[in-house]
């Protein structure tokens, strides 16, 4: 019996362990330096959420000096890649089938200075989910390669989404960036429910991929009719697969902080069926043998 339980846990600890992310290897990415106007000429939009003003209408606070009203002091990130050790970020369907995998992901700098980074689990989950959802949530698959990006700057922590295009510099022109985490550190979606979760990266996915499909480079008209129309289209369009795309949360992201996927999950479920019934079997083989019966003392 014991023998059987010691195989048991061996088998469930290598099964659930191969879907664990490897840690990257630690090595320098290289630093990219884009100076502001080049730069704020490529990030087509910033997804910004910041408290609006008591007034009836709210107008972002616009740098006169800059091509891009919300986001204007982007100039330095790392690029992570198989080069200095980033494992492939994969990107699934709404059939949980992985139908890509994103080789670059772009690191913001924190300050001037502090670009090292470390992705966590959560944040490979987080940003292939996010990944997923731009994908599927077009007419169709994004055709061309693109980046992730992860934004840390501490100086537009408002800032929780951007779409980029146009640096010929990298191996992609396309970005997509997303916040997860605040400046305190504090993460913005891996505690809450996977409902909750599945609406607000949804919501955000189905926005930067609008500009993905409307690319407007004037800021003035980024988010008029055109882009307005292509997200009011995609994001009704996926309301009505929610179930599919919350499928997919609960499938590629651990619940309320616990640590543990759908598979390993029924991996644990099959381990307590086997030994319970395992139980249940040596409970009844020994219950069934009979005590022998001392002769002797009966003649007595």
Same mark, same amino acid.
């Not at 990107?91 to 139908?99: G, K, R, S, T």
């Not at 055709?143 to 980029?164: A, D, F, H, Q």
């Not at 009011?232 to 651990?254: I, V, W």
């Given at each position: 019996?014991?023998?059987?339980?010691?195989?048991?846990?061996?088998?469930?600890?290598?099964?659930?362990?191969?879907?664990?992310?490897?840690?990257?290897?630690?090595?320098?990415?290289?630093?990219?330096?884009?100076?502001?106007?080049?730069?704020?000429?490529?990030?087509?939009?910033?997804?910004?959420?910041?408290?609006?003003?008591?007034?009836?209408?709210?107008?972002?606070?616009?740098?006169?000096?800059?091509?891009?009203?919300?986001?204007?002091?982007?100039?330095?990130?790392?690029?992570?890649?198989?080069?200095?050790?980033?494992?492939?970020?994969?990107?699934?369907?709404?059939?949980?089938?992985?139908?890509?995998?994103?080789?670059?992901?772009?690191?913001?700098?924190?300050?001037?200075?502090?670009?090292?980074?470390?992705?966590?689990?959560?944040?490979?989950?987080?940003? $292939?989910?996010?990944?997923?959802?731009?994908?599927?949530?077009?007419?169709?698959?994004?055709?061309?390669?693109?980046?992730?990006?992860?934004?840390?700057?501490?100086?537009?922590?408002?800032?929780?989404?951007?779409?980029?295009?146009?640096?010929?510099?990298?191996?992609?022109?396309?970005?997509?960036?997303?916040?997860?985490?605040?400046?305190?550190?504090?993460?913005?979606?891996?505690?809450?429910?996977?409902?909750?979760?599945?609406?607000?990266?949804?919501?955000?996915?189905?926005?930067?991929? $609008?500009?993905?499909?409307?690319?407007?480079?004037?800021?003035?008209?980024?988010?008029?009719?055109?882009?307005?129309?292509?997200?009011?289209?995609?994001?009704?369009?996926?309301?009505?697969?929610?179930?599919?795309?919350?499928?997919?949360?609960?499938?590629?992201?651990?619940?309320?902080?616990?640590?543990?996927?759908?598979?390993?999950?029924?991996?644990?479920?099959i381990a307590a069926i086997f030994f319970v019934i395992s139980f249940v079997l040596a409970v009844w083989y020994f219950s069934e043998k009979t005590v022998p019966v001392n002769k002797n003392y009966l003649n007595y």
């Amino acid at each position: 019996m014991l023998l059987r339980f010691l195989i048991l846990y061996n088998t469930f600890y290598i099964a659930s362990s191969t879907y664990k992310w490897n840690a990257p290897t630690k090595l320098k990415a290289p630093i990219y330096e884009i100076k502001r106007d080049i730069f704020n000429k490529k990030v087509i939009d910033s997804y910004t959420a910041d408290a609006s003003s008591p007034s009836i209408t709210h107008d972002p606070t616009i740098d006169l000096n800059s091509d891009n009203p919300y986001k204007s002091n982007i100039t330095r990130f790392a690029v992570y890649n198989k080069e200095v050790g980033l494992i492939p970020i994969p990107v699934y369907d709404l059939n949980n089938l992985q139908i890509k995998l994103i080789e670059d992901v772009f690191i913001e700098c924190y300050e001037y200075n502090d670009c090292e980074y470390d992705l966590t689990e959560d944040d490979r989950r987080e940003l $292939s989910l996010y990944a997923s959802f731009i994908d599927s949530s077009g007419i169709t698959a994004i055709g061309v390669p693109y980046s992730l990006g992860l934004i840390r700057s501490k100086y537009s922590e408002n800032v929780l989404g951007m779409y980029t295009q146009g640096f010929s510099e990298l191996n992609n022109q396309i970005g997509f960036w997303i916040r997860l985490a605040d400046n305190d550190n504090n993460r913005l979606y891996t505690r809450w429910n996977n409902e909750k979760k599945t609406v607000a990266l949804l919501d955000l996915a189905v926005h930067e991929r $609008s500009h993905y499909d409307q690319p407007t480079y004037n800021n003035n008209a980024a988010h008029c009719d055109a882009f307005q129309s292509n997200y009011n289209y995609l994001f009704q369009r996926a309301a009505r697969q929610f179930d599919l795309y919350k499928l997919l949360t609960n499938t590629e992201s651990p619940s309320s902080g616990l640590d543990l996927s759908l598979r390993e999950v029924v991996l644990v479920i099959i381990a307590a069926i086997f030994f319970v019934i395992s139980f249940v079997l040596a409970v009844w083989y020994f219950s069934e043998k009979t005590v022998p019966v001392n002769k002797n003392y009966l003649n007595y």
